[in-house]
């Protein structure tokens, strides 16, 4: 057992320990890395002003010649978190007395004022360069979408991510990618690890009996995904949990499994992985996940953080609801020394306002759903007040399955005829709803009228409230009419 986390600063061993381990990753860089390039603004993963670029030794295929950096936020994690990882950040990226392509863009396209933004997005557009050797406008926005400046208006920095160009000699992975510091970090990672400080321990085991163990044990252990949920309440001044238990070294939770007809991915894949899987898998999935925070959010969070978090308004969950969603669980070994398991349908995870349906000292291993089928025509949308990064109003997820045989209608044309339909909301009541008595009622041919009651079922089934996101009544108008349009464009053909 290690009593520190291992990490490797811009190419430095550290081992770190008691205090400091439990402390935000971007407060240690700056109060005891002495590395104040990274910067603190909003202190609740908005603004990317903290970005760091990570790789982690846990997830690396062995035939992977060099890590795989990707941009996080700093200020939302917790330095025992990034053990075994490999951490560049905006002090890692000069060359000697050169800088690098992403500052040296950055300067030259004038995209710096107050400056305070600047190494957040250096190093975001460090991170598009270590993937894309010259970014087009979409890519170059997409890594940008998780920064914010409150000078420059943007457009010398956009200039900046168009006009730079990724150069062999400053690739942060050929630079960072040293054999013995990885194999350093693979090693070190093969042990379990407990850090502990005035009365609270963050325990990261390296098997599934040790965590379910540790956890039935310590009743109220907080379970680590990439903790952005604790990251930020944490910095809004609630204490840590004393008892907090990091999956991240547990190997079998970082596996994604398909089949012909179901996908199952293990606690510890992040959003960004899910969404590629999603991408021949579930496509309505992937692109709905473009909406789903920044890149360095996805790049860390994951999927059954989503889940287990269990807001009525987590993007994840409508579309799990209809997609045959079921989370895989585990708890303390029985009598035969076992680790036991089960698995629990999304459509039952749910028992009230961000309650579970698990047990005491019982953690999620995996959530496994249906494959897409290409009879499906599948829709997942979300009412916000600006298009990205914005937390839902209303989400819904609609699928219907259309017969092949259309019906001939007195016109000539052709009407669809469902055979089987799914609907799901988030935002419209305690807990994310599946509605089978709607999906009943549109079985059968496809009309307007039959949409309209559909439409009329859902707002009258529906018991929203009111916040700051919307009153109870316009999420029910929002609800009702966000079906209307899908039906209506499936009509349409
Ligand atoms: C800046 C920002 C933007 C965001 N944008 C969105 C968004 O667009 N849409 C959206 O839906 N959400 C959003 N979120 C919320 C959050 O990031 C997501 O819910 C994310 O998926 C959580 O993943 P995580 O790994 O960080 O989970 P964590 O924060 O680690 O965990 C979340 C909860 O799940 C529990 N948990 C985690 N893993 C397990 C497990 N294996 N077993 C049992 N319990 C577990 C934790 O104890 C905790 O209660 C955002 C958050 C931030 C900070
Ligand atoms: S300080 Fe704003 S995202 Fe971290
Ligand atoms: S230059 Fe001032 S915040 Fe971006």
Redo the contacts with the bound molecule.
Sequence with gaps: MRDFALIHLNGVRREIRGREALMML?EWLRKEAGLSGT?????????????VLRASCRARSHSDQYLNFEAM????ATVAQMDGTHIVTVEGMQCGDHLSPAQEAMRKCHASQCGYCTP?FVMAISAMLERHDQADARTASNYLT?NLCRCTGYAPIVEAALTVRATEKHSVARRYSDPHLISESVSSTKLSMLVEYDGTKLFAPVSLREAVTFSAAHPGTRVLGAATDLGVQVNKGKPLPTSLLSLHLIPELYETKLTRSRVTFGSRVTLAEVRRVSQDVAPEFARFLNLFASP?IKNVATLVGNIANGSPIGDTLPFLLIAGGEVHVASRPGAKGVVRKRKIPMTELYVGYKKLALEIGEIITHISFDRTSAKEVMSLCKVTQRKDLDISAVSGAFSLTLKSILKASRNGKTTPYVVCARIAYGGVAATPLRMPEVELALQGELTTERIESAAHLIARSIKPISDVRGSASYRRVAAANLFRRFGNEVLRG
């Design positions: 971007a910067k603190i603004v909003c202190a609740e993963g908005d603004c990317g002003a903290c970005t936020n700093s200020c939302i957040g998780g360095q």
